[in-house]
C-alpha cells in the first residue's frame, strides 16, 4: 500500500518521464544554462484555483533551487488578469516544468470549480455531493482533493477503504441476503471495520436490506424523483442513503429536497472541463 505522498511522487515522476524524455531538445539548444528569469501563472478564465501544492512539489522535485512566490492558495476563487504566483530561477527548469504543472493546475482547478458548482446548488439542502472512482487513472488522489478543494465530499478512494455492494456483487453472490452475510463473516474473518453501502434498484431490494441490518448505506441507483421520496421515506433514518445514477446539475436540487444524506455525481472528475491558465515569462 502506497501513502499519498509516495503515489505524488511517482506521479510526477512518471509525468517527467513520458514528457522530457533523453531530455528536452527545443529548450536544451537554445537557452543557455545558466540563464535565469522568471514566469507567472496567470487566471484566463474565472473558477477556483486548485493545485497550488502540487504545483510547488513539481518545482522542487524538479529544481529545489527554484524559488516561488505565492499569493494565492488553493481555494481561492480567482478571475482573469489573478497571478497566483511568480516562480524565478533556471529558465531551463521554467521551461521543463511548465507543462506537468499546467495540466495538473488546469485539471485541478477545472474539477474544483465544477463540484464548487454543484455545492452552490445544495444549498440549504444539507446534502453533500460526492465524487466516484470515475477518475483519470494515475490522478485519482489528486483529482480527489480537487473534489474537497472545491466543497464537495470524497466517496471511497479506491476498493480497500469501503465496501461497496454493487448490482453485479449482489446478482453474482445469489442476492442481497447472501451479499451481506458474506461481507459480515469476510470482515470479522479478517479483523476489518469498513463501513458497509449497497446499491438498491427497487424499493422491495431496500426492503431487504433493511430486514437484513447489515449496511450503512443505502444506493438508491437510478431512482426517479417520486420512487427517491417514496425511498426516503421508506428508510426513515435508518440507514444513510445515497442518490446515483445519470444526476446532472439541473436535477441534484431536486434529489437533495427528497431528503438524500449524499448525491453521488461522476461528471465531477470524468467529463470536467480544465480551467484556462498560462504560464508567462516575466519581462
Known sequence: MYTVEELNDKLIDLAFAEDIGDGDHTTLCCIPEDAVGKSKLLIKEEGILAGVRVALEIFHRFDPELQVEVFMHDGTHVVPGDVPFIVTGRIRSLLQTERLMLNVMQRMSGIATMTATYVKRLEGTGTR????????????????????IGGGTNHRIGLFDMIL???????????????????????REHGLNLKVEIECR?????????????????????FDLEKTRQAVELIAGRFETESSGG??????????????DFVSVGALTHSVKGLDISFKSVK
Open 165 to 187: 455492494l454493487k448490482d453485479n456483487h449482489v446478482d453474482f453472490c445469489g442476492g442481497i441476503d447472501n451479499a451481506l452475510n458474506r461481507c459480515e463473516a469476510y470482515q
Open 247 to 260: 444526476i446532472t446539475l439541473e436535477t441534484i436540487r431536486d434529489y437533495a429536497l427528497c431528503g438524500v
Open 129 to 148: 455531493v460526492l465524487d466516484t472512482r470515475k477518475t483519470t487513472p494515475g490522478m485519482r488522489m489528486l483529482e480527489k482533493e480537487a473534489v474537497k
Open 202 to 222: 427497487s424499493l422491495d431490494e431496500i426492503r431487504q436490506v433493511m430486514a437484513n441490518g447489515k449496511a450503512h448505506r443505502i444506493m438508491l441507483d437510478n
